[in-house]
């Protein structure tokens, strides 16, 4: 395993390395201080490489760069960040991006976090935010969970529970057109791009926090 550090800091770079010992996680690991430093070590690269990226990185200018870079094979991406914004980390998650955590975090959580992604999974900064808060923001995804139907409402509970299309249509007594035709509505309602990024939303919000949304 590859471990690009991609950081404008040296100082917040060695912190990186000294989090990653104390996790006793043991790997290959590259600095970088700027993203087109970074896209061209990654075009020389083959292996499966983890980047913690610092959501600042100098040429790092809107998140369509960051969805450029997943687009590489085997490529995940932890990113470091001093924005809390809710929103704004959603967003980041729908991009594809593995994990984002605070730049504040201690040791242990970096390290929880560094291995949640190892093991192919999605770390979220868990900021706690009051139900009422999160009702009051009206999020612009909180409005477009709530424009789904009944039965995209079901497709999505599928979705969320890992099937494919064509079971999901076994699940409702549909056709398998039909619930490509759903997956489209709710990719198109909820302005997400493809599947798996909606399987990514899915797991980083807490949904059955929305009523719409049925188990």
């Not at 040791?107 to 868990?126: M, P, Q």
């Amino acid at each position: 395993m590859k471990i690009i550090i991609a950081d404008a800091s040296p100082l917040y770079r060695l912190g990186v390395q000294v989090a990653l010992d104390h996790a006793g996680i043991v790997a290959k690991i590259s600095c970088v201080d700027s993203f087109c430093e970074l896209t061209r070590l990654l075009s020389k690269r083959q292996e499966a490489v983890i980047v913690i990226l610092d959501a600042r990185l100098n040429g790092l200018e809107e998140l369509e760069h960051v969805k450029r870079v997943l687009r590489r094979p085997d490529t995940q991406i932890l990113m470091l960040t001093d924005n809390k914004d809710i929103t704004w980390m959603r967003r980041v998650l729908f991009c594809g991006v593995s994990g984002v955590i605070a730049k504040t975090a201690s040791l242990k959580e970096f390290g929880e976090a560094i291995k949640t992604v190892l093991d192919g999974c999605i770390w979220r900064y868990d900021d706690e935010v009051p139900n009422e808060l999160m009702d009051s923001q009206k999020t612009r995804l909180g409005h477009a969970l709530c424009r789904l139907s009944g039965q995209e409402n079901h497709v999505l509970k599928w979705v969320r529970c890992g099937l494919r299309n064509k079971q999901i249509a076994h699940q409702m007594s549909l056709t398998e057109h039909t619930i490509k035709t759903h997956m489209s509505n709710i990719l198109r309602k909820l302005e997400i791009e493809n599947r798996t990024q909606l399987v990514v939303a899915m797991q980083a919000i807490k949904v059955d926090q929305w009523p719409n949304i049925r188990s």
